[in-house]
């Protein structure tokens, strides 16, 4: 399976302290997920309205992974803790050699509005594996001044 | 009040800890119907959650109230539910009364906008009080 980062250890990724979650792409784990990312972003002293968009955005990037997983799949969740905002990656390997993550969806518009930023990329698959789809977010501690 | 029936327990959501979905419906006056949701709404316990809502919405009940004061965690699935029961109630010529206390709830609904489609509440009493 490829890295998110290539090859360069996760402790070392522009100095974030990383934590990666790998769970069977199953929607019962989802809420063990998101429990870290509530817990990771309580740690790094994010307020509680920023925890609480954290925990919705990754349940939200989680449920639509799991949505196009292949069957008995992982899926693996990296939270990048930076100064102040925290990035997380999600990705699985989808069942379906098209298998696109929709983004006109109620679902991502909400996803959008938690996050400060949210993106998508699919990488085709080798050989006989599917595409891996990815959703990437970032959300910082607290509310700019707009 | 009378002890609120499990849902889903004989469904794989309860497999995993924690993501347990309780509702149960009473009716503290003649003309008001109260669903009090416990746990976390999200995409295992989205269906019971709509379930339990359109009962409330087929109910006969003038003033209708969900009371989410026992729900932990609020997903776009269950954001859904509510915008729908949101768009019933507009067609009785009613708004849906909300009981929210929490961040975990009150942050979701807000942030989306979605709040504004509810008659807002911070306790059930208040919710069954007011005029029509």
Redesign the interface.
């Known amino acids: 399976m490829s890295d998110l980062d290539g090859s360069s250890p996760a402790e070392t990724l522009d100095g974030a302290s990383t934590v990666e979650v790998r769970t069977s792409a199953s929607a019962a784990l989802i809420p063990t997920i998101r429990a870290v990312a509530s817990d990771l972003a309580a740690r790094a002293d994010f307020d509680l309205d920023a925890i609480s968009d954290l925990r919705m955005a990754v349940d939200e990037a989680c449920a639509t992974l799991v949505d196009v997983a292949a069957p008995s799949s992982t899926l693996q969740c990296t939270f990048l803790v930076r100064s102040e905002r925290i990035e997380v990656h999600a990705q699985v390997r989808a069942g379906h050699p098209d298998a696109v993550v929709s983004t006109d969806t109620f679902g991502w518009r909400v996803l959008q509005t938690l996050a400060d930023d949210v993106a998508v990329h699919h990488e085709p698959g080798s050989g006989g594996d599917g595409p891996t789809v990815g959703i990437r977010l970032d959300k910082r501690s607290g509310d700019l001044p707009r | 009040m009378a002890e609120p029936a499990p849902l889903g327990s004989e469904s794989?959501?309860s497999?995993?800890?924690?993501?347990f979905l309780e509702a149960a419906m009473t009716r503290p006056r003649a003309d008001a119907a109260v669903l009090a949701v416990q746990g976390?709404v999200?995409?295992?316990t989205a269906t019971l959650f709509a379930d339990a809502v359109a009962e409330l919405m087929d109910a006969p009940e003038t003033t209708l109230v969900v009371d989410l004061t026992g729900v932990k965690?609020?997903?776009?699935?269950g954001?859904?539910v509510l915008i729908q029961a949101a768009h019933r109630a507009e067609e009785r010529n009613a708004r849906l009364r909300l009981v929210v206390t929490t961040?975990?709830v009150r942050?979701?609904l807000e942030?989306?906008g979605i709040d504004q489609l509810f008659d807002m509440h911070s306790d059930v009493h208040d919710a069954i009080g007011g005029d029509d």
């Open positions: 794989p959501a497999e995993a800890a924690g993501d976390e999200d995409t295992l965690f609020l997903a776009s699935s954001l859904a961040r975990a942050r979701p942030i989306t």
